[in-house]
């Protein structure tokens, strides 16, 4: 059973077969959810760093400035494309494209409710990992590609740090899926029916929240693009449409990194009297509100700190959380 | 039963083409890592490459395998080559000079190792399976690597042991030197 049974789409999209029909309709919803989404987190985030410092945010278009977002896009579009000179042309061109993929194909296998996913894989979660490993390469590329000591700088730090909290990540992961003994997302939520995961791992969740913070280059993590050191990071040199590419990726990244918490553990679809999606997006929306908040509390990490806390801190507390799921599964 | 576009266009020839695509991408990449002179072009190329045979392994439908070649030669492999190099020398200086013999030596090297892989490809007779339907849970595939290739894995963990001591004394040395 998946959305391809809904009568509208089978008239629609008949003709082209069961399994066809059911990529083709999932895609074509992917490409509208991304970049929409993008747009409403954009505004999301202006309006409650507004609210935090005291003011109002964006207010003049649309009902408290909702559709400033879509005025922002269509001004981006228009904008003209500056390569620099001494860029190297293929890469600088290449690097927006890549970004945007793993914001794409993350998606395929994320199960919104039951019935809304695109496809199951039985590595579900093995995919999302490693295609969100494809965007540090590009932003590398975006970076090396500039030729600009700022971008360079801010490209190898983004490595470092995603190489770094990479580990911890994939650790407290683990401890998860030992648990539910899958790595399928849909058998990992409906696990959860009755006691979500958190409640068994909250030690796991919470390693996961902040590898997932610093993994998307959010503050307090945020080093990749500090605006006082480096002028904006690896984008420091992209104008117009290649520019919101990567702004694009970026909280297309924080989505994905919410749904995935949400999946491994907050319940997935699980919830009293709506249905399985709109908890699974309420859900989302809510901890991606937490790492905006954490964003406009916390100030930003030195470096040193930085690498101690992953290398020093996360590292031993999710290997040690591992350790203790296991003896505690093998002996039950 | 009504029309689909699976009549018309069988799948086979669709799954033929995606692999068609594949192998160009492992080719190209292949190339593009060993004739640009541009050594971040070169490693951007191993990607590809890498790319390509995670399409050649989901082709053989082995999903495991196709997303670990992923995260592992994409994610990590390349990844910390490219920080290497970002580390090294800038590029705006003159490049060393194509050392001949070494391009004859190396050229001669992967050309036999290629000629013997080949030969030991041709000579393997392939069979159709007759039991696919096995479990390759992680169950499995942990009872396996702690039983059957007990030794196999033993003696990777031992490389990598090796590897982070080497690499904690190399970084030993170079701080007390400096």
């Known amino acids: ?115 809304m996913q695109v496809r199951e894989l039985n590595v579900g979660i093995l995919l999302i990992f490693a295609f969100s490993s494809i965007s540090g390469l590009s932003i590398l590329m975006g970076g090396w590609a500039s030729n600009n000591k700022y971008s360079l700088i801010g490209a190898v730090r983004a490595v470092a740090q995603s190489i770094a909290y990479e580990i911890p990540l994939l650790l407290s992961t683990m401890s998860v899926i030992i648990m539910s003994n899958s790595l399928k997302m849909s058998e990992i939520v ?20 902040i590898c997932t913070t610093a993994e998307t280059n959010r503050a307090p993590f945020d080093l990749v693009e500090a605006e006082s050191e480096l002028v904006s990071g690896f984008h420091t040199e992209y104008t117009g449409m290649r520019d919101a590419l990567f702004f694009m990726a970026e909280y297309t990244a924080m989505f994905i990194g919410s749904s995935m918490a949400v999946v491994l553990f907050f319940g997935g679809w699980y919830g009293p009297f709506f249905s399985g999606i709109f908890w699974f997006v309420l859900k989302a929306y809510l901890l991606v509100f937490v790492t905006v908040w954490i964003r406009w509390t916390f100030p930003r990490l030195r470096f040193d700190q930085l690498m101690n806390f992953a290398w020093k801190v996360l590292i031993p507390i999710s290997l040690l959380n591992l350790l203790v799921t296991a003896i505690v599964i093998k002996v039950l | 039963m009504t029309t689909t576009i699976s009549n018309l266009i069988p799948p086979i020839m669709i799954a033929q083409a995606a692999f068609a695509l594949m192998i160009v991408f492992t080719l190209g990449g292949a190339f593009l890592a060993v ?129 982070i001591i080497g690499s904690i004394m190399i970084a030993s040395f170079v701080r007390k030197r400096n």
């Open chain 1, 1 to 115: 059973m998946n959305m391809t049974q809904l009568p509208i789409i089978k008239d629609v999209y008949g003709f082209l077969g069961p399994d066809l029909m059911a990529c083709v309709t999932g895609l074509l919803l992917i490409l509208m959810f991304v970049p929409l989404n993008s747009a409403f987190l954009v505004w999301v985030e202006r309006k409650v760093a507004g609210h935090i410092q005291l003011r109002p945010g964006p207010m003049e278009v649309g009902p408290h400035g909702i559709l400033q977002s879509l005025i922002d896009a269509v001004k981006l579009m228009c904008k003209e494309m500056i390569t620099p000179d001494l860029a190297d042309k293929y890469l600088f061109w290449i690097a927006p494209c890549t970004v945007v993929i793993p914001a794409i194909v993350c998606f395929v296998v994320i199960p919104f409710s039951p019935i």
């Open chain 1, 190 to 209: 409906a696990a959860q029916s009755p006691v979500w995961n958190f409640v068994w791992q909250p030690v796991a969740a919470i390693i996961f929240i």
């Open chain 2, 35 to 163: 004739i640009p002179k541009n050594i971040v072009h070169n490693i951007l190329g191993l990607c590809l490459a890498m790319f390509g045979i995670t399409g050649v392994y989901l082709y053989l439908g082995s999903q495991f395998v196709a997303m670990m070649q992923l995260l592992i030669y994409v994610g990590a492999i390349c990844m910390t080559f490219i920080f290497a190099i970002l580390l090294s020398p800038p590029l705006e200086k003159e490049p060393p000079k194509r050392n001949k013999t070494k391009v004859i030596t190396a050229a001669i090297v992967s050309g036999v190792v290629f000629l013997v892989m080949v030969n030991m490809v041709m000579s393997l007779k392939f069979e159709p399976l007759t039991d696919i339907t096995r479990d390759w849970s992680i169950k499995t595939l942990g009872q396996l690597l702690m039983t059957r290739y007990f030794l196999v894995f033993e003696v990777i963990s031992l490389l990598l042991a090796i590897a």
